[in-house]
């Protein structure tokens, strides 16, 4: 019984250990590196030189308007002007990211696989929606880049506009800081929706169909059922779908980086943009890598809720014994 | 189990019931085609972009190209050997699979471990393993970069080509890892007890039970991750840029396009066909192996 001795809880360890060392040394060490570094000034070797406590993070959140431009709330109507001002910075266009990336993902992603299940030809459905979801984000982002070329004759958008509309002048959709967000947004939703109808609709299969029955039985309605039956099952399944979008979306990166640097300007910079270009790109400035490391020490702080979450969750289905 | 699709089906009898039903369903076949072509409509035209001669492309927008014939391979000759696109393929290649293998092997042993061999904190350094799967690569990056430098990993200090990707490798190991480890011993933990005890009781080495047993009956779950894990490095971007930076004879095809963009960036006709060339693997693999691809998508709905 290899199993029980204490050669055998040592073999445990053994065919553990390459993979627990890979982490410790690849990602652990690095992060508690980054969050050190976050409070120096760093310098090219990334060595922590010059400690500055925590005026990385307070630069960060009142003196940088490329990060967060408080100068542009009024404190007023905070919510009206989280949705409204497009020009706030990387971190307020990541909360923009968050509300429409996760509201429409959601909302179409489940419109989907309600519907899909309902003709025959569901498959050919799902394909179509599924495929941008294996496509890289450089691809998604040269697809996007055709679609709204501001040339009338070759970009697809405004081809299209100019077609019901002979008097519309072409919009240069991803070159006006006030769309550029928005146009980033709908592409990345068209790249990740597959992922959300997937999950939600082999929710739905697993939903009883005796329940559905007995509810059309006693004349409930579609709406009804959906709104009854259906969405309070699907409650768990969204709740997987809203976290993965959200951590999703805190990382969001790559389609920026090909569709526009960040720009117009530095318009359309999301916090995951921000830690690249602080540092790796941001030469010239005296902040240093401890500021880049700060950016990233914020992601850290923003995806742990969902760290503490996954192990909960996984903790309460009672899988580790 | 019966499905809501069939409960939906059964519902229909009458002729009258059948029409009523077809008018009451008839904005639900408009509204799922409509998004279906919208969802195809970007891709299609990026691919007939590709196979359209550069004038026409600069002329007229891609829709033109199915009324007026002009199809070329001559885009794909001129970005792989002009551009050094081929090049960059083979790159994307170079770096993708021992970053695949690397991790389903060291994974899968770990996850045997965690499923089977008991051993000290066992339990907690599984949890701890779930918690890093969210772990942002960002936090890694700039302290990678500083210890494979003083490696001499990442720069061409051997004199041999491929010391530079080790870097990028063993990156792409340490954070596919977590979801391999999870992913894995959830599996592994599914096979039948009786098994595993049985091939001890015959003496059975638990390396022994971990080849001749486990991984022959896990070969769906290790498929679904080696997927998962495929196209995740083939479709990186992020950790390319930086291991590989100041390298542009190493950089995959992802660094490789914005690069082009930012040179040719009214090059239609070099940028498609290169968008083309870097998707045409994940499409392979997408539509030749979907369930395993959708599985692991779903396993791997926790990481991101």
Redo the contacts between chains.
């Keep these: 019984m290899g199993g029980s001795s204490r050669f055998g809880r040592f073999q445990g360890m053994l065919f553990a250990s390459p993979a627990l060392i890979v982490l410790g040394l690849f990602v652990i060490y690095p992060a508690y590196y980054t969050i050190r570094l976050a409070f120096y000034q760093g310098d090219f070797n990334f060595h922590f030189f010059h400690y500055l406590g925590l005026k990385n993070f307070k630069d960060l959140l009142t003196n940088d308007p490329d990060f967060l431009d408080t100068s542009k709330f009024h404190g007023f109507n905070i919510v009206k002007e989280l949705v409204y001002k497009s020009d706030g910075g990387a971190l307020i266009n990541n909360v923009h990211w968050v509300i429409f990336y996760l509201s429409f993902s959601l909302i179409i992603g489940l419109g989907l696989a309600v519907l899909a299940v309902r003709v025959r030809y569901e498959r050919a459905v799902k394909t179509a929606i599924f495929v941008p979801m294996a496509i890289s984000a450089t691809a998604v982002g040269i697809i996007w880049l055709f679609v709204y070329s501001p040339n009338p004759d070759t970009g697809l958008l405004n081809a299209i506009i100019h077609g019901f509309d002979n008097g519309f002048h072409p919009i240069a959709w991803v070159g006006r800081p006030s769309l550029v967000n928005y146009c980033l947004i709908f592409a990345y939703i068209w790249a990740s929706v597959g992922f959300v109808m997937v999950v939600l609709s082999a929710a739905i299969k697993g939903i009883p169909a005796e329940i559905m029955e007995a509810a059309r039985v006693d004349g409930a309605g579609e709406w009804n059922i959906f709104r009854r039956i259906m969405f309070p099952m699907l409650s768990l399944p969204i709740s997987v779908v809203t976290v993965w979008l959200f951590v999703n979306v805190i990382k969001v990166f790559d389609i920026i980086y090909v569709m526009t640097s960040g720009g117009p300007g530095t318009s359309s910079r999301v916090i995951a943009f921000t830690m690249y270009e602080e540092t790796f790109q941001n030469f010239s400035n005296t902040r240093g890598p401890g500021y880049g490391a700060a950016v990233a020490v914020i992601m850290l702080v923003l995806v742990a809720p969902v760290m503490v979450l996954n192990v909960r969750r996984f903790r309460s289905e009672r899988v580790v014994t | ?8 089906r059964i ?1 229909a009898q009458t002729r009258s019931e059948r029409l009523i039903r077809f008018i009451t ?1 008839t904005p ?2 408009f ?3 409509a ?2 072509v919208i ?5 299609v ?2 691919a007939i ?1 590709s196979f359209r001669k550069p004038n026409n ?7 033109h190209a199915l009324t007026q014939w002009d199809w070329t391979l001559h885009n794909y000759g001129s970005v792989i050997h002009a551009t050094g696109m081929g090049h960059a393929w083979v790159n994307s290649l170079i770096i993708t699979l021992p970053a695949t293998i690397l991790p389903l092997t ?2 899968a ?2 996850a ?3 499923a ?5 904190f ?2 907690t ?3 701890a ?19 494979f ?1 003083d490696w001499h990993l990442n720069s061409p200090h051997f004199g041999i080509g491929a010391f530079s990707f080790v870097g990028i490798w ?2 792409h ?3 596919g ?2 979801l ?2 999870f992913l894995l011993r ?1 599996f592994f ?1 599914t096979l039948p007890k009786d098994l595993i005890e049985a091939a ?1 009781m015959d003496g059975a ?2 390396l022994a039970i ?1 080849r001749r047993i486990v991984v022959p009956l896990s070969v769906p779950a290790l498929a679904s991750f080696a997927i998962f894990q495929f ?1 995740w490095v ?5 950790m390319a ?2 291991f590989l ?1 100041g390298q542009p004879d190493k950089a995959p ?2 660094v490789r ?2 690069y082009l ?1 930012s040179t040719y960036g009214q090059e ?1 006709n070099l ?2 066909a ?3 060339l ?2 045409i693997v ?2 392979i ?2 539509f030749s192996l ?1 369930r395993y ?2 599985q692991g ?2 396993a791997g ?2 990481k ?1």
Excluded: C, E
């Design positions: 189990m019966a499905t809501v699709d069939q409960a939906v519902s369903r639900i076949h509204g799922l085609i998004i279906a969802w195809l409509v970007p891709t035209g990026l972009t492309i600069a002329a007229t927008g891609w829709w060291l994974g042993l770990a045997f471990g965690f089977w061999v008991p051993f000290p066992r339990d350094l599984f949890l393993i779930i918690a890093l799967m969210i772990v942002p690569i960002q936090t890694s990056l700039v302290p990678l970069l500083k210890l430098r063993l990156a190991t340490a954070f890892l977590p391999a480890v959830n933990i001890r080495s638990n971990f196209l083939w479709n990186d971007l992020l840029l930086v930076a095809m992802t396009i914005p963009l239609y940028l498609s290169a968008a083309f870097l998707m994940p499409l693999v997408f979907q691809f959708v998508l779903l709905s926790v991101t």
